[in-house]
């Protein structure tokens, strides 16, 4: 998916706050703000949001001297969701349908996403997420390439989304998952540390893309990554960036999310809020 | 009031959305936005964010040569807004303090600002405002102010909500009132046109600021309109612009508005949906 230029302001808006939440100061949130926009006017308008947010982020690093500015954020979003999981928990169990229970929270979980915004209802969310139906849903497709394939390859999103992401993996065991998180700080995307604060070391064998930067860049991955990415033959695909990145990568991917912003749901053509479960379309 | 490090991607935002109300296709689009960006980067700290937006919608009329790209869009608020000017009237015969409830609907017709969104929800508007309490209310002093001043200055906001000041106009009536508007196109702010096309002609004396850009800026503003504004004991204020370049010019001001910005919010101190009444600060 193409950056939009309806992206644009996203973006500059999303350099401010992360600035802010690295600690600078008003001169160093202007400094970082001027560097994005003047990275915007050169932007490749081939490029993906993700490559710019990668961009901006790196800068933020770089300015405010602060090698992972979410740090605290993702550990209090990892408190949180952690404090909710055996609540979660007794609801898959008393479900009617424990896979798609578990889907549904798994989505409900993306919300944790401080691109988006700096604070989020995660209760609100998981109300509204087993209340509103999913669109399209692919939930039987993803049950089916599940039971079919050897193992599931599970690329993470958010920090304390991770969390939810657990659950689901636990009605997808015993088949083995791969848990893939970023290599390092990306935004609030997890990293192995997060993830194993998370508990994802119990239930998965835990990887990385090889770069830490949000979504999945084939031309920044470790070789190790690719090579597991293409022998996957189901891989679920959590959140926007993720989205963003591999939306046009075949339909072993089912990208699960909730769609948070207006280009994403004009390229999925659903509305803006809706909660998806997606198949990828086949490559041709 | 001064921009803010939030108002830029607001104001990124702002110039694609206007620029697509000119009718501009994507090429046009992005070089709006890298001229607005370009613009933002050498931004004076000391501007207020209504300067920035005449900046760049002057560019944007200048590229898309369309003289007043939001001329259809004023041209339905108005008819809107007029639609509901009967039952409208009688909801203020028939309240228990009409002028309160004339007020109220002043700034109930403050929703249709498309710098904030493009769609607004009118009615939604006029239910939220008469149920919500005013935060400052300073009406009491307003009406007082009113009472003791030969006539009122009321400077106007948008197109169609000129609509809704006519019904707070013909409270104040007898007092004479002029009502100053813009003397081009900018944004959709009301010019004489519309102002006319609401049927202000018949309840007030029109005037200009004698610029064609939103809010009022003293030093492009006619000799004629600094005469008026120096010499009026009462001057009614619409809208955020207003309020953003008018802040600090004392208490003969009371700004009328909702706040529909977080910047202003943190400015006013109230949260972000308030309805406010605030007379200005004495200047020392």
């Excluded at 990293?191 to 119990?202: F, S």
Aim: proline fraction near 5%; include cysteine.
């Amino acid at each position: 998916m193409k950056t939009q230029l309806d992206c644009y302001s996203c973006l500059v808006r999303q350099a401010l706050h992360a600035a802010r939440f690295a600690g600078a100061d008003e001169s160093v949130q202007r400094k970082v703000l001027n560097q994005v926009m003047r990275a915007l006017i050169q932007l490749d308008p081939e490029s993906t949001p993700p490559m710019t947010s990668d961009l901006i982020h790196r800068l933020i690093r770089e300015v405010s001297a602060s090698s992972d500015p979410y740090q605290r954020m993702k550990e209090k979003s990892t408190q949180e969701a952690l404090a909710l999981y055996p609540q979660l928990k007794e609801l898959i169990q008393q479900s009617s349908d424990r896979f798609e229970t578990a889907v549904k929270l798994a989505i409900a979980g993306n919300i944790i996403d401080l691109s988006v915004s700096e604070q989020y209802d995660l209760l609100g969310s998981i109300e509204r997420v087993l209340n509103q139906p999913l669109t399209p849903n692919d939930t039987p497709q993803l049950k089916a390439a599940i039971e079919r394939s050897p193992w599931v390859l599970y690329l993470a999103d958010n920090a304390g989304e991770t969390v939810f992401d657990r659950l689901l993996i636990e009605e997808i065991l015993p088949r083995p998952v791969i848990y893939v998180v970023k290599s390092g700080p990306a935004l609030n995307d997890a990293t192995l540390g997060d993830a194993r604060a998370a508990g994802l070391d119990q239930v998965a064998e835990l990887r990385t893309t090889g770069y830490d930067g949000i979504g999945v860049f084939f031309d920044k991955s470790s070789p190790e990554f690719l090579e597991l990415f293409d022998n996957s033959q189901v891989i679920i695909a959590k959140g926007m960036a993720n989205y963003e990145t591999l939306s046009e990568c075949g339909d072993r991917l089912f990208f699960l999310l909730q769609i948070k912003c207006e280009v994403i749901a004009q390229d999925v053509g659903k509305p803006l809020g809706s909660l998806m479960v997606a198949q990828g379309k086949p490559v041709r």
